[in-house]
Nanobody
């Protein structure tokens, strides 16, 4: 089992920045990929970006490429989502998730953190 706890959400003005954190515990993440997702109210969940824990290799959705950055701190066992140039349409619940490398499905999810961007 991997336990994930997100933090750092809140209210921010359009054009501002926010950095979300996801603290992981439970087992070694060496063979895991950590992903960030969001789900606006009443809409489907959207993949934002991911990072391989061991190499730190990243991938992003086109919708956030250049604005959002995923990183991790192996010592703190924490993955981050830095969000810049935020827009009202970025308002959503943000989730981190973990999956074993080579698998398609993210098996472990955090409880989410709300981000609200005001215009």
């Amino acid at each position: 089992q991997v336990q994930l706890v997100e933090s750092g959400g809140g209210l921010v003005q359009a054009g501002g920045s926010l950095k979300l954190s996801c603290a992981a515990s439970g087992r070694s993440l060496t063979n895991y990929v950590m992903g960030w997702f969001r789900q606006p109210s009443g809409k489907e969940r959207e993949f934002l970006g991911a990072i391989t824990w061991s190499e730190g290799r990243t991938a992003y959705a086109d919708s956030v490429k250049g604005r959002f950055t995923v990183s991790r701190n192996s010592v703190k066992n924490t993955v981050y989502l830095q969000m810049n140039s935020l827009e009202p349409q970025d308002t959503a619940s943000y989730y981190c998730a973990a999956k074993l490398r080579g698998l398609e499905t993210y098996a472990f999810w955090g409880q989410g953190t709300q981000v609200t961007v005001s215009s």
